[in-house]
Nanobody, 125 residues
Framework: QVQLVESGGGLVQAGGSLRLSCAASRLTFSRYGMGWFRQAPGKEREFVAAISWSGGTTYYADSVKGRFIISRDNAKNTVHLQMNSLKPEDTAAYYC??????????????????WGQGTQVTVSS
């Protein structure tokens, strides 16, 4: 079955950077839009960033705009999330997701078909 495997999470001080990666397998990656969501303890899963199948269109949550960059490499079936100027409120489990025919802007979790298991990001103050 389809697999999405996130990596790159960890502990970082406020102001630091991390780069998350998501490796996809068993799907035609270039036909899927990809997204990143996050979920902090006791909170609902929230949209972070999305990228179209071609990489030509991206969307960001207001809370990360200007600090995070989503990108993809269709030759390597990977999507990345470069996170800069990290804040303690960015602490969460981060999930990548793949969306096919139901995908529109990609800002809602219900638009996605497949999800990874998540990687933890902890930002200390």
């Amino acid at each position: 079955q389809v697999q999405l495997v996130e990596s790159g999470g960890g502990l970082v001080q406020a102001g630091g950077s991390l780069r998350l990666s998501c490796a996809a397998s068993r799907l035609t990656f270039s036909r899927y839009g990809m997204g990143w969501f996050r979920q902090a303890p006791g909170k609902e899963r929230e949209f972070v960033a999305a990228i179209s199948w071609s990489g030509g269109t991206t969307y960001y949550a207001d809370s990360v705009k200007g600090r995070f960059i989503i990108s993809r490499d269709n030759a390597k079936n990977t999507v990345h999330l470069q996170m800069n100027s990290l804040k303690p409120e960015d602490t969460a489990a981060y999930y990548c997701a793949a969306g096919g025919s139901r995908l529109r802007r990609g800002t809602y979790a219900a638009e996605y078909d497949y999800w990874g298991q998540g990687t933890q990001v902890t930002v200390s103050s």
